[in-house]
């Protein structure tokens, strides 16, 4: 050292005349690079964990989303004086009866209509066939099966992505009944204990920290209840809506239908026109292609006033991110993970986008938010004055 300074450190000119050589523009292009490198970095690395423990994190996954759900329910409840343990079960209870309540009736509705809809199919298919042979188009029978087999080699390919990655998650049935006891499991605890776990979450973080990472938290699972709220309610009137058109129409198996729309209008976007597609299927079996084609305008226009009327209005309030981030969440999500990617994409994305935006304009330096750090404040102090505290929850 000399004169407090490292022999080894460059000296000020020998700085500027390195600034020199290098042009700013690239040493603040350099700067950004390793910075977005080491971010690339944590986030494939996130990503490769979550797809090795996909097992696990599904189940964590579907938790939250039910947790979401149930936690204003039983607040709800305890609000109106409710014991704490009488509202959770009370919310348990009308969620299996719900999820129960339905699955029996399809189960019923398609026991019931099974052999006539494979009578029907196979009826179509040769009346189908016929029609080809009569045509302008001189098909033989032995093309029109191979033309038959590949289009549903090509249905197979393309959805193999899907299929595949809900076969990852349940591809046996002890992976089925372990992910669903984790469910159930987790979901209680959440709904006994999710806030207790939420703050030991949070001290891990050192103490400057906390009042940022509880505040984006709370901002992120207020995001969250609200998405699964109003996802619930478009998708109902996605349900009510074909169901009721399958219905005028006098279709068959109208219950097992609307109950599919249900499900798959969880996956923005896409998720009603998809399984709306069974409609028209059934449409076409058992009727004629006049009506399939009415069935098929149906499914359309619902499709349509959900686009432009319920996303807009309804979902772009809670979720608040664009219709053009939702299609790539959910396409990257459907690419990565099948199924369980495209259902979590968007609540994934959403959630991140309010976290990030809570962080990002300081929000907890807010009015709103100085209650946090105030909180936060006097438990570390109490923290630092009791010798008798767990090591692990001092920060």
Do not use: C
Not at 51 to 61: D, G, T
Not at 135 to 153: N, R
Not at 234 to 240: E, L, P, R, S, Y
Not at 337 to 362: C, D, E, H, K, S
Request: charged share 15%.
């Amino acid at each position: 050292m000399i004169f407090g300074r490292s022999k080894s450190s460059p000296s000020v000119p020998q700085r500027a005349r390195e600034e020199e050589l290098v042009p700013r523009g690239m040493r603040v292009a350099g700067a950004w690079s390793w910075r977005i490198l080491a971010i690339a970095a944590v986030v494939a690395l996130l990503v490769f964990l979550i797809m090795e423990l996909r097992i696990i994190v599904v189940p964590l996954m579907i938790a939250i989303l039910i947790s979401a759900l149930l936690v204003p329910f039983s607040q709800f409840l305890q609000r109106h004086r409710w014991p704490r343990w009488l509202a959770i079960i009370t919310a348990l209870v009308a969620l299996v009866t719900v999820v129960g309540g339905l699955v029996v009736l399809i189960v019923l509705e398609v026991r019931a209509g099974l052999p006539q809809l494979q009578v029907q199919s196979l009826e179509a298919w040769e009346e189908f066939k016929d029609f080809l042979l009569a045509s302008p188009l001189h098909l033989t029978e032995a093309q029109i099966t191979e033309y038959a087999a590949e289009i549903w080699a090509s249905v197979q390919r393309d959805s193999e992505v899907l299929v595949s990655g809900a076969m990852s998650i349940g591809s046996t049935a002890g992976h089925f009944v372990a992910g669903l006891f984790l469910v159930l499991f987790a979901t209680v605890i959440m709904l006994v204990d999710g806030r207790t776990i939420w703050r030991w979450f949070v001290r891990i973080f050192p103490v400057a920290a906390r009042p940022a990472i509880d505040g984006s938290g709370r901002a992120g699972w207020g995001t969250l209840t609200q998405f699964v709220k109003v996802q619930i309610f478009v998708a109902a009137i996605d349900a009510i809506g074909i169901g009721l058109g399958a219905f005028i129409l006098q279709l068959p198996l109208v219950v097992p239908i609307a109950v599919a729309v249900f499900l798959g209008s969880f996956v923005p976007i896409v998720g009603a026109v998809l399984t709306g597609a069974l409609a028209v299927f059934i449409a076409l079996v058992f009727k004629d292609i006049v009506v399939a084609l009415i069935m098929l305008g149906i499914v359309l226009l619902v499709q349509q006033v959900e686009s432009h009327v319920l996303q807009p209005l309804i979902m772009g309030n809670a979720v608040k991110i664009h219709p053009l981030a939702v299609v790539l969440a959910v396409a990257g999500g459907s690419f990565l993970a099948g199924i369980p990617g495209a259902l979590f994409a968007v609540p994934v994305v959403a959630t991140l986008n309010v976290m990030v935006g809570y962080i990002a304009r300081q929000r907890w330096k807010e009015p709103g938010g100085v209650a946090l750090a105030e909180e936060w404040g006097r438990e570390a102090s109490a923290s630092r004055r009791s010798p008798t505290r767990p090591e692990g929850a001092r920060q």
